[in-house]
């Protein structure tokens, strides 16, 4: 099992920042990726940014110049830097982690965090 626990969500004014965090615990040696979604009212749940344990990154063509994924090892925590915010981005705010049990690979969400972009 991995358990993931957001921060840092928010209001913000257009063309604000705001940094994403999320912590995981539990089996998190078996993680092979990690990675943030989200989800508007009414619209279905979008890749935004993901990792793998190896570093490479993947980006949405609507975040891709404005936001960066990273991870700290040591803190077992992703982060998700999101400069020049536009209202669309507004939504709340998914972590996910990939585990790779040897057989199959287990998907697993965080609570979710709001993201309110508007002026």
């Known amino acids: 099992q991995v358990q993931l626990v957001e921060s840092g969500g928010g209001l913000v004014q257009p063309g604000g920042s705001l940094r994403l965090s999320c912590a995981a615990s539990?089996?998190?040696?078996?993680?092979?990726?990690m990675g943030w979604y989200h989800q508007a009212p009414g619209k279905q749940r979008e890749l935004v940014a993901t990792?793998?344990?190896?570093?490479?990154?993947n980006y949405a063509d609507s975040v891709k110049g404005r936001f960066t994924i990273s991870r700290d090892n040591a803190k077992n925590t992703v982060y998700l830097q999101m400069n020049s915010l536009k209202p669309e981005d507004t939504a709340v705010h998914y972590c996910n982690a990939e585990r790779w049990s040897g057989i199959s690979t287990f998907r697993y969400w965080g609570q979710g965090t709001q993201v309110t972009v508007s002026s």
């Open positions: 990792i793998t344990s190896g570093g490479s990154t």
């Open positions: 539990g089996s998190i040696l078996s993680i092979i990726a």
